[in-house]
């Protein structure tokens, strides 16, 4: 068996801290089975974000005619366009690798490894045991139970990313906001898609304005089956059969490609964490205190295997909080204050806070501001005709509760407002500051001055 100061497992955000203990001379154990850089670097935003950028190209080459500029696509070159996004990702992964494998006081793992006691795992052939043990392993694509679906070829976003040949029609299973962005980029790009949806709304999990607003402009652009649910997969030659069922009807949707993208299930059961007395909840995930401290003692968790913010930004600080808790031994709760997010759809949503139902829902006293981007210069000039920013205020304080955004530059916009609520500033800190007139932040600016106190 070999013994270590801290193991950590996951090499996303998990490296933030096994690198620090390391630098003060810790012996480090990290397990991964690769490729370095977690789920944001390999499967997630940096790739997603670096093809949907040639999904916002062609769009806006589609509306060039609006600006008085007639041009057209001649051609895609798909297998370029995702071949960019792999060779620049595996590039920074393999470089990962090789700075953990240089680090005097790291040893890499890279194997499947399971929990066989508190703080001990079976990593491919060798046993190790930390004397502080740091679980950052993620999630993975969620498989729904439907009929047939295990016996055809689906993909999920992993290889969605990666796929070399662009298909010409497309179903995506799921609403979230891994489907808005995966339709914006095949869709944009010329793929005909069909998404099927369960919920009332895609994207169910923002302020239910901004859900419905985004609902209605997709289903302009594409196929969109709302509150059904799946019946059964087949195949037929080389197409794909989704049969999608409601109580009114019964539909099916044929497509060249079938994307799974129903939601993200934690790894927790990979790594067999109960037999590191680790608890986790009714979704698996692994249930943590203020402090990121497990059931378990001397094992902390962060990341998205905790399910708290299923961001990189989020573990990124929940990393730091970690850092601080085991390796400085300081005592210290983690502050998820303003924590945003955003969705690189077209349009674009961002979001901070809490949404307008659950203002209603907690029965707070509420003043809201709204306005619309067509009604600002900047918002004219890019003839963003339904765009618009929601921002929520408590009457009495005047602290800003929350903020929505879809449209134009969302998830830049809505930093100023994420800075303004982590300083604990009133909302008259947007009004009484000067907007550059007429940058489209005079938007966010417009809806605090709209509010009706």
Not at 280 to 306: P, R
């Given at each position: 068996m070999q013994l270590f100061d801290l193991i950590v497992i996951g090499a996303g955000s998990g490296l933030n801290v096994s690198s620090a203990a390391a630098e003060m001379g810790m012996k480090v154990a990290v397990v991964e089975k690769g490729p370095m850089g977690g789920t944001c670097?390999?499967?997630?935003?940096?790739?997603?974000?670096?093809?949907?950028?040639?999904?916002?190209?062609?769009?806006?080459?589609?509306?060039?005619?609006?600006?008085?500029?007639?041009?057209?696509?001649?051609?895609i070159d798909f297998k370029k366009i995702t071949g960019r996004a792999s060779k620049i990702v595996d590039k920074d992964?393999?470089?990962?690798?090789?700075?953990?494998?240089?680090?005097?006081?790291?040893?890499?793992?890279?194997?499947?490894a399971k929990f066989i006691a508190e703080r001990?795992?079976?990593?491919?052939?060798?046993?190790?045991?930390?004397?502080?043990?740091?679980?950052?392993?993620?999630?993975?694509?969620?498989?729904?139970?439907?009929?047939?679906?295990?016996?055809?070829?689906?993909?999920?976003?992993?290889?969605?990313?990666r796929l070399k040949k662009q298909p010409k029609t497309m179903t995506i299973l799921g609403g979230g906001y891994i489907a808005a962005?995966?339709?914006?980029?095949?869709?944009?790009?010329?793929?005909?898609?069909?998404?099927?949806?369960?919920?009332?709304?895609?994207?169910?999990?923002?302020?239910?304005?901004?859900?419905?607003k985004f609902t209605g402009i997709f289903k302009k652009k594409y196929n969109v089956?709302?509150?059904?649910?799946?019946?059964?997969?087949?195949?037929?030659?080389?197409?794909?059969?989704?049969?999608?069922?409601?109580?009114?009807?019964?539909k099916k949707l044929v497509s060249d490609a079938l994307l799974v993208a129903a939601g993200r299930t934690p790894n927790t059961d990979l790594l067999d964490v109960k037999k590191a007395n680790v608890d986790v909840d009714d979704k698996g995930f692994i249930k943590t205190n203020d402090y990121l401290e497990t059931t378990a003692k001397n094992i902390w968790a962060l990341g998205d295997i905790v399910g708290k913010f299923l961001f990189k930004h989020s573990a990124n600080l929940e990393a730091q909080y970690v850092y601080n808790n085991a390796i400085l031994n300081k005592k210290i709760k983690i502050d998820y204050t303003a924590m945003p997010h955003a969705i690189f759809s077209s349009p674009q949503i961002a979001g901070v806070g809490l949404r307008e139902q659950d203002l209603k829902e907690r029965k707070i006293d509420y003043a809201v501001g709204k306005y619309?981007?067509?009604?600002?210069?900047?918002?004219?000039?890019?003839?963003?005709?339904?765009?618009?920013?929601?921002?929520?205020?408590?009457?009495?304080?005047?602290?800003?509760?929350?903020?929505?955004?879809i449209g134009t530059d969302a998830s830049t916009l809505i930093h100023e407002v994420i800075v303004a609520m982590k300083a604990g500033l009133r909302i008259d800190a947007i009004s009484d500051a000067v907007h550059v007139h007429p940058a489209l932040s005079e938007v966010v600016q417009r809806a605090v001055n709209s509010i009706e106190w």
């Amino acid at each position: 068996m070999q013994l270590f100061d801290l193991i950590v497992i996951g090499a996303g955000s998990g490296l933030n801290v096994s690198s620090a203990a390391a630098e003060m001379g810790m012996k480090v154990a990290v397990v991964e089975k690769g490729p370095m850089g977690g789920t944001c670097l390999n499967r997630g935003c940096i790739p997603s974000k670096i093809i949907i950028h040639s999904a916002d190209v062609a769009e806006t080459i589609k509306k060039s005619k609006l600006f008085g500029i007639n041009s057209r696509i001649s051609s895609i070159d798909f297998k370029k366009i995702t071949g960019r996004a792999s060779k620049i990702v595996d590039k920074d992964a393999k470089e990962i690798e090789e700075a953990i494998i240089q680090d005097k006081n790291t040893t890499l793992f890279k194997v499947e490894a399971k929990f066989i006691a508190e703080r001990t795992l079976k990593a491919g052939k060798e046993t190790i045991k930390g004397n502080k043990v740091i679980i950052a392993a993620g999630t993975r694509p969620a498989i729904p139970k439907i009929e047939g679906l295990s016996d055809v070829d689906f993909i999920t976003s992993d290889e969605a990313l990666r796929l070399k040949k662009q298909p010409k029609t497309m179903t995506i299973l799921g609403g979230g906001y891994i489907a808005a962005e995966l339709a914006h980029f095949f869709g944009a790009l010329g793929t005909k898609i069909n998404i099927m949806q369960r919920g009332k709304y895609l994207i169910p999990n923002e302020d239910e304005e901004i859900s419905s607003k985004f609902t209605g402009i997709f289903k302009k652009k594409y196929n969109v089956l709302t509150e059904f649910n799946a019946a059964k997969v087949s195949k037929k030659g080389n197409k794909f059969i989704l049969e999608a069922e409601n109580k009114k009807a019964r539909k099916k949707l044929v497509s060249d490609a079938l994307l799974v993208a129903a939601g993200r299930t934690p790894n927790t059961d990979l790594l067999d964490v109960k037999k590191a007395n680790v608890d986790v909840d009714d979704k698996g995930f692994i249930k943590t205190n203020d402090y990121l401290e497990t059931t378990a003692k001397n094992i902390w968790a962060l990341g998205d295997i905790v399910g708290k913010f299923l961001f990189k930004h989020s573990a990124n600080l929940e990393a730091q909080y970690v850092y601080n808790n085991a390796i400085l031994n300081k005592k210290i709760k983690i502050d998820y204050t303003a924590m945003p997010h955003a969705i690189f759809s077209s349009p674009q949503i961002a979001g901070v806070g809490l949404r307008e139902q659950d203002l209603k829902e907690r029965k707070i006293d509420y003043a809201v501001g709204k306005y619309n981007y067509r009604d600002s210069g900047m918002g004219i000039a890019l003839q963003d005709n339904e765009g618009f920013v929601k921002i929520f205020a408590d009457r009495k304080a005047r602290k800003i509760l929350g903020c929505h955004i879809i449209g134009t530059d969302a998830s830049t916009l809505i930093h100023e407002v994420i800075v303004a609520m982590k300083a604990g500033l009133r909302i008259d800190a947007i009004s009484d500051a000067v907007h550059v007139h007429p940058a489209l932040s005079e938007v966010v600016q417009r809806a605090v001055n709209s509010i009706e106190w």
